[in-house]
């Protein structure tokens, strides 16, 4: 019978639990501190349906978020919902660090390796960014990180067991990022290790693929019923249909792009890689780990073309790392056997490599959040909340994406970009899209008995937007014909108060 490599029960120790959360204290201090005022893609509507919809039921593609937000928003006394946001995905990044690191070890990767490894992850511009701003994606590679180091403690000296929990648990992977479904094939791989490593025979390939393989299938077909059904919620504010959506998002590849996806996000991990390409076991275990790991994320988000600041790397990014430090540490116990100093030079070189990628990661992300965003949305937000008493909704076409919650949760902003740019290429006729706005406009002020203020500042980036050029100043006109207005002004920017229907 062949035997495994050692078992990553009996490996980790009480000692890993501490570097674990030393690691992850550390990060959670880092993105804390440098945690984005400015708002990024997803963020906004992220944090409209946490501070307007406080009781809905899932409101997200990614169904599983925002559950995991309200129950977090609530958790603690938070300033603002934004703020509960951040720290969110804070905490997040933090959790991916300390389960990078225990899942190198589990690889049976050296203390200093996998601390080193994790510490490099941890300043690599994608987890940093996305640690420090409105997002879904630190929470799902936190749930990624935590799935993982599960699946090697589970009880594998009872397969029946091991095996069920695993697949139950295994449908969280999609439920907190639609990407997550690519990663039940690397999960045959990571059961597969698991089992050998805690039995300490290797498991056949013959019952990885009789055994394993289905059930990990009927786990993924689980996933993505659920994610179907919840979907169907009435509170779902995604998109319904996730297959035109991808095809509405997808983007011509370029040079630009292809290195917004797979090049600085991830900077200097890439040449972490060399050493461990030259370790044949690493290659076997770890690293053909992080190949199924990352071949489809590659594949897809490649066809895509959507950079997004390195977000979808984060789905492979832990396995890259933890063959990053096993690889590393064989490659030092094969060429350093007479030559004693090479496992301190590779120390030096990790110490190196980091600080490194915290440099590249500060001179990325520092070019997002300039720190005028937040003087900007407070001195909005103070402005609107004065021009009425009792509940607000503000109505603008927010180019910037820049939510007035941010700063001031007790108004709410409903950006029409989104709607007036999908019905422009839709061909919806121009009276009939000011009927559909009327109607907006009026539920908002009998429906939620608030005071509608529309900003006007989209007037300054008309030449920006020729496709909204003919809608806007139309729409303008039908919405002074319809109400009364007072008009205010704000640093050279116009906001009108709608005060009632005209006669």
Do not use: K
């Not at 689980?222 to 919620?233: I, K, P």
């Not at 100093?341 to 490599?353: F, N, S, Y």
Request: with cysteine; proline share 5%; hydrophobic share 55%.
């Amino acid at each position: 019978m062949q035997t495994a490599e050692r078992d990553p029960a009996a490996t980790l120790a009480a000692r890993d639990a501490a570097v674990a959360l030393i690691l992850g204290a550390a990060a959670f201090a880092l993105y804390a501190a440098t945690r984005q005022w400015r708002i990024y893609g997803d963020g906004p509507a992220l944090l409209s349906s946490l501070t307007h919809d406080p009781h809905g039921n899932w409101g997200w593609i990614h169904v599983a978020f925002m559950p995991v937000a309200r129950f977090w928003n609530g958790a603690f006394d938070w300033s603002t919902p934004a703020e509960a946001l951040r720290f969110l995905a804070a905490t997040g990044g933090a959790v991916t660090v300390a389960t990078t690191y225990l899942i190198a070890r589990c690889f049976g990767a050296r203390t200093t390796s996998a601390a080193l490894v994790a510490a490099l992850l941890a300043v690599t511009p994608a987890l940093w960014f996305y640690s420090t701003t409105i997002e879904v994606h630190s929470v799902h590679a936190a749930t990624i990180g935590l799935l993982a180091v599960a699946t090697f403690l589970a009880p594998w000296h009872r397969p029946a067991l091991a095996l069920a929990l695993v697949a139950v648990l295994l449908p969280l992977l999609h439920l907190t990022h639609q990407s997550g479904a690519t990663l039940h094939l690397v999960w045959i791989l990571l059961v597969r290790a698991a089992w050998s490593r805690r039995t300490g025979r290797v498991v056949t390939w013959r019952t990885t693929a009789l055994v394993v393989a289905p059930v990990m299938t009927v786990s993924l077909v689980a996933a993505l019923l659920l994610s179907e059904h919840l979907r169907a919620e009435p509170d779902f504010v995604g998109a319904s249909d996730v297959g035109a959506f991808i095809t509405q998002s997808r983007v011509e590849l370029t040079g630009w792009r292809l290195a917004g996806l797979w090049g600085w996000p991830i900077g200097w991990l890439w040449l972490a890689l060399v050493p461990a390409l030259l370790a044949p076991r690493a290659r076997r275990s770890s690293g053909l780990v992080a190949l199924v790991a990352a071949a489809p994320l590659v594949a897809f988000f490649t066809w895509l073309g959507v950079p997004e600041r390195g977000a979808y790397s984060l789905g492979f990014l832990p396995f890259v790392a933890a063959f990053v430090a096993s690889g590393a540490d064989e490659f030092v116990e094969r060429f350093g056997a007479n030559r004693p100093a090479l496992g301190r030079v590779a120390t030096v070189a990790g110490v190196l490599l980091v600080a490194l990628q915290a440099w590249h990661g500060v001179a990325s992300n520092a070019q997002v959040d300039d720190g005028s965003w937040r003087a900007r949305s407070d001195a909005r937000g103070a402005f609107v909340r004065a021009l009425a008493d009792g509940p607000i909704s503000l109505v603008s076409i927010n180019r910037a994406g820049q939510l007035v919650e941010t700063s001031e949760p007790t108004i709410r902003e409903v950006d029409l970009l989104a709607r007036l740019t999908g019905a422009q290429r839709a061909g919806v006729p121009i009276a009939v899209l000011e009927e559909q706005i009327v109607l907006v406009l009026e539920s908002l002020r009998t429906a939620l008995d608030s005071t509608v203020v529309v900003d006007l500042g989209h007037r300054a980036h008309l030449d920006d937007a020729p496709e909204l050029a003919e809608i806007l100043p139309a729409l303008e006109e039908r919405i002074e014909a319809t109400y009364t207005v007072t008009e205010h002004d704000h640093d050279g920017r116009l906001y009108w108060v709608l005060e009632g229907r005209r006669p």
